[in-house]
Each structure stands twice: as structure tokens, then as C-alpha cells.
């Protein structure tokens, strides 16, 4: 493999509260993600895949190992490793265009320019006629898809995304996975998705990273060896959809056992 | 299928009065107004020909108002011994009285607002100055603004700067707890897409946090106007130079019934066309802010 776009090398968080014992979240995790590569996170909630997205975000802080982005370490945010959340966060007191003006801006773009800029943006994502719009004028789907856009707009090497469909309909989420495929073809990022839909995984992912339950850490690692789009017909989407049921259910199992001999 | 037909006919007969639905809800709520003032005058004029309160100290509507120009006279102060501004006929006397306290109360509301604000930020921001102010607001917050008006006299003297000073103190603690309460809570992830957009502390504060607490500030300081009002007349009363606090001072002095009332009305009036202008004012600033959240 070339050079990994992100390394993770024995990364762990161990969270301290106030009064209690510490709760180790994350232990020793280790992963490369390829450029340009989808990679799924999956794994039963609590198990510390969206603790890890914001720690190569740099939002958060690892308590032991190192991330390292194109052989830089990660110490903070940066633009170059975009972050999509559950709920879109676009600013109310922005329209949609200033709203994905937002990074550009601070980067010092030029008004004219930055506005060009996002309105070509706002057109590949299918928000055109949207520009002048305030966030909640959009429905949820395209709200999303604006965050998308605010993301692209800093031409981000790696895509991070904390289960940014769970607040949608059913259908808008085929719909937005359609999308994201497409934005993920175009920008040439790699991209990180964490969820805990095994459908969204199969549908979507290279290769899907299951975690165990708490402490976090790689249980295994499943490549999807299936042509896109997905054949949801095919015999071996089901095997895939079957394997991970049957990952997760261990996962959960061992969970409740844990919480019942506290 | 025998569906009438026949009817359209009279459409356009029946669309005579046309209007919009805003013009229309904007009539009703003015029609409700005028209904629900109405009824109060009507029964303070029932209560009145019915011999049930005295006119000399209750005097009805009617009578307040039908001896406007001689109760203007009061407003003009040449006509007065005391003070020595104003002046011009008695209608000049009463703006100058109205724009005296308006000025007050404006004067105090934005200097309490900025450096509320300011404030609120800086123990935010510094943990010095939390350490050293915030107990000291927490314990100045509940004192009655009234409570300050000797201080306000003591330290200002007599003059525009106590009624100024009053109005300041009403807004300021409480402005300055909501910022502080307010920043606390501003959503996570706007402050994440900030930092991940390498936005700096300054950067983040004016354009991600500011924005963020504006609305909720706004609907504070505009719980606290009726509070300003009350406090700037208070203020006034104890003669600070020219305001309608004096008048209702004088009047109470002198015992005129009819200038009391009449003033009221007016103070009245003011703080509702104050209220309604600070609503337009949100509604401009804050366009995002749909209209019914945020009580506009």
C-alpha cells in the first residue's frame, strides 16, 4: 500500500470523571486508511467509534498513541480532515451560500471569489436554487447535504462523518447514500463513516472496521469484495449482512454481560 | 357526477373585501386593542356616572383628557418656577419631557447592553476576572435597582446621570448573567466547525458566538425595558431636571388628579410603542430568528 492517507498507531482515550473510575473508552487501536478509501466504522453504541472520529479530528485529545495525517502528526482541527455530524450545525444566522462561505472566509478567500466558489459547490451537491435560503428553510436532506458542501468547500483529504443519516427518514437515507457516494467519487477523499446500521455498511464501505464493545477496539476488519453499486439481490450481500449481525450481536451480548456482573 | 356549477358566478361578489391575511390580523389585533381599552374606559366612565369613585381622585377618562390644554401647561416649563430648559408652547414642553426621558432610558439600555455583554464575556473568557467579578455580580444581581437610587444621588449628584445610572443597573447584571449563561450553551458543534475551519478565539467569538447568543440576549433586555421605564420615572420623581417621573412627582405633590392620569396614559403609550420598536429592531437584526420563537 502507498503511503496512508491516516495511520493510527496505538491509539487509546481513557476517559477521567470526577469521582469515579476511569472508563477506558479506546485501547490500542490501530488502522491505516488508504487515500481515497471508504471505511466504515461499525459497532455497537458506546464503543468509542465516534469518540475516535473526533480524535482524528483533533477535537478531541488521545490519552496514549499516534494519529498522523499524510505523516504529519495530528495535534488539532484542520479544514484538511473535514467533520459531518448526526444534526447538520449549519449556522441559522448564515444563508446556505455564507454558510459554506463560512471556511473559505476565515481562510481569507475574497468575497467575490468565495462566493463563486460556494455556489459552484451548492450546484454539485443539487442545492443550486438554494443559495440564499436560511438552514432551516431546508429540509433535514438537504441541510445535510449543505453540511456536505460547507466540508467540500476546504477540499478536505480525508471526510469524516458521526452517523450523519440516523436523523433521516428511510428514504432520504437511500437518497443520501446515492449522494455520498457520488461526492465521495468526485472529491477523491478518503472517507470515514461511523454507524451502527449494518445495511449502511455493506451499502457503502471498502472495508468495514467492527468494533468490540468497551473497551474499543478492532475486532476485526471486513472488506466488501462487491462491485458498486451494491447488489442487494446477490446471495453475498446477505452473507456480509449476516457476518456482521452475527459480530455485533457477540458484541452486544458481552456487553450486557459486563454491565450485569458491575 | 352533479356537482353545482353554477355558483361561481357569485365569486367575485363575495371577494369584495380583499385583503391580505397579514393586513387582515393586523386589523384584528388592532380592532382587539381598541375593544379591550374600550371596556376598561367604559367601565371607569360607568363607575364614575354612577357616583361609585370620586372624579377629584379618580377622575374617568373624559375628563383627563378634555382639559388637555391646561394640563399640557404643566409640561411646559417656563410656566414652572423650577428648572429652566424647555420652553416653546405646551405641546414643545411635553416632547421635550417625553424625549428627556426617552433619552435616559435609551442611554441606559445600550451602555447596560454593550457593557453587559463585554462583561459576561470577559468572565467567560478570563479566569481572573471570573474569580474576581462573578461573585460580586451574583451578589449585586438581586438588589432592587430602587435600592441604588441614593447611591446613584450620593455619587451623580442631581442630574441626567443617576436616571441614566438606574436604567444602566437594571439591565446590566441581568444582561451580564445571560451572556455568561448563554455562552455556555452554545451548541458543541459550532464551536467544533469553527475550530475545524481554523477559525481563531477572536474569530470564533464574533462570528460563531455573538451571533449565537444575540436572540436570547435581546429577548432580555427587552423583559427588562418595562423594568427601565419604571425605574427612569422613579428616578425623575426625586428631580433629576426634566422628565415624566417629575411631572408625576409634581402632580402627586399638588395633588392633580387629572395630570396623573394623564401622564400615565402617556408613559403607558411610550413603553408600548418602545417595545414594539425594539421588536421591529430584533425582527431586522435578527432575520434569521423566525417570527413566534423567541416571543417576537
Redesign the interface.
Given at each position: 500500500m502507498a503511503r496512508p492517507a491516516l495511520s493510527l498507531r496505538n491509539v487509546s482515550k481513557t476517559w477521567m470523571p470526577e469521582g469515579r473510575s476511569p472508563v477506558i473508552a479506546l485501547r490500542d487501536f490501530d488502522l491505516d486508511v488508504a487515500p481515497g478509501e471508504f471505511v466504515v466504522f461499525l459497532g455497537p453504541s458506546g464503543c468509542g467509534k465516534s469518540t475516535l472520529l473526533y480524535m482524528i479530528a483533533g477535537l478531541e485529545e488521545t490519552t496514549g498513541g499516534v494519529i498522523e495525517q499524510n505523516g504529519r502528526v495530528v495535534t488539532e482541527p484542520s479544514a484538511e480532515r473535514g467533520l459531518i455530524f448526526q444534526e447538520a450545525s449549519l449556522f441559522p444566522w448564515l444563508t446556505i451560500a455564507d454558510n459554506v462561505a463560512f471556511g473559505l472566509s476565515i481562510q481569507g478567500v475574497l468575497p467575490q471569489k468565495r462566493k463563486e466558489m460556494a455556489a459552484d459547490i451548492l450546484r454539485s451537491v443539487g442545492l443550486g436554487d438554494m443559495l440564499d435560503k436560511k438552514p432551516d428553510e431546508l429540509s433535514g436532506g438537504m441541510r445535510q447535504r449543505a453540511a456536505c458542501a460547507r466540508a467540500l468547500a476546504m477540499r478536505p483529504s480525508v471526510l469524516m462523518m458521526d452517523e450523519p443519516f440516523a436523523a433521516l427518514d428511510v428514504q432520504t437515507r437511500a437518497k443520501m447514500q446515492d449522494f455520498l457516494l457520488q461526492i465521495w467519487r468526485d472529491s477523491k477523499a478518503s472517507i470515514i463513516l461511523v454507524t451502527h446500521s449494518i445495511d449502511e455498511a455493506v451499502s457503502l464501505a471498502d472495508r468495514v472496521v467492527v468494533f468490540t464493545s468497551r473497551p474499543g477496539r478492532v475486532k476485526t476488519i471486513v472488506p466488501i469484495d462487491l462491485p458498486r453499486p451494491r447488489p442487494t439481490r446477490d446471495p453475498r450481500y446477505h452473507e456480509y449482512r449476516d457476518m456482521f449481525a452475527e459480530l455485533l450481536a457477540d458484541e452486544v451480548d458481552r456487553a450486557f454481560a459486563e454491565q450485569e456482573t458491575r | 357526477m352533479s356537482i353545482p356549477v353554477g355558483s361561481q358566478d357569485d365569486k367575485p361578489a363575495a371577494r369584495v373585501p380583499t385583503l391580505s391575511p397579514g393586513t387582515r390580523r393586523m386589523l384584528a389585533s388592532i380592532g382587539w386593542s381598541l375593544v379591550s381599552l374600550g371596556l376598561f374606559a367604559g367601565m371607569w366612565e360607568a363607575l364614575w356616572a354612577i357616583g361609585a369613585i370620586n372624579p377629584l381622585l379618580l377622575p374617568p377618562p373624559h375628563m383627563f383628557f378634555s382639559d388637555i390644554a391646561r394640563t399640557l401647561t404643566f409640561f411646559d416649563h417656563k410656566a414652572r418656577m423650577i428648572g429652566s430648559q424647555g420652553g416653546g408652547s405646551a405641546i414643545m414642553g411635553l416632547l421635550t419631557t417625553i424625549g428627556w426621558t426617552t433619552f435616559r432610558v435609551v442611554a441606559g439600555l445600550s451602555i447596560g447592553f454593550a457593557l453587559g455583554v463585554l462583561c459576561g464575556a470577559l468572565i467567560h473568557y478570563v479566569r481572573m476576572f471570573r474569580n474576581l467579578v462573578q461573585p460580586l455580580i451574583l451578589m449585586l444581581a438581586p438588589i432592587s435597582p430602587v435600592a441604588w437610587l441614593p447611591v446613584a444621588i450620593f455619587v451623580f449628584g442631581v442630574g441626567d446621570v443617576p436616571a441614566i445610572f438606574l436604567v444602566f443597573v437594571t439591565v446590566f447584571f441581568m444582561i451580564v448573567l445571560a451572556t455568561v449563561a448563554q455562552i455556555a450553551s452554545v451548541?458543541k458543534?459550532?464551536l467544533?466547525?469553527?475550530?475545524?475551519?481554523?477559525?481563531n478565539e477572536r474569530?470564533t467569538f464574533w462570528?460563531?458566538i455573538l451571533?449565537?447568543i444575540l436572540p436570547s440576549l435581546f429577548m432580555t433586555l427587552r423583559l427588562n425595558l418595562f423594568a427601565a421605564w419604571m425605574v427612569v420615572l422613579i428616578a425623575e420623581s426625586v428631580g433629576v431636571g426634566i422628565g415624566l417621573g417629575q411631572i408625576t412627582g409634581m402632580a402627586r405633590a399638588t395633588f392633580n388628579a387629572k395630570l396623573v392620569f394623564f401622564t400615565m396614559v402617556i408613559i403607558g403609550v411610550l413603553g408600548f410603542t418602545f417595545d414594539w420598536a425594539l421588536r421591529k429592531i430584533q425582527q431586522k437584526m435578527?432575520w434569521?430568528?423566525?417570527p413566534g420563537q423567541g416571543a417576537m
Open positions: - | 451548541p458543534n459550532y467544533h466547525v469553527a475550530r475545524i475551519m481554523g477559525a474569530q462570528r460563531v451571533p449565537a435578527l434569521w430568528v423566525p
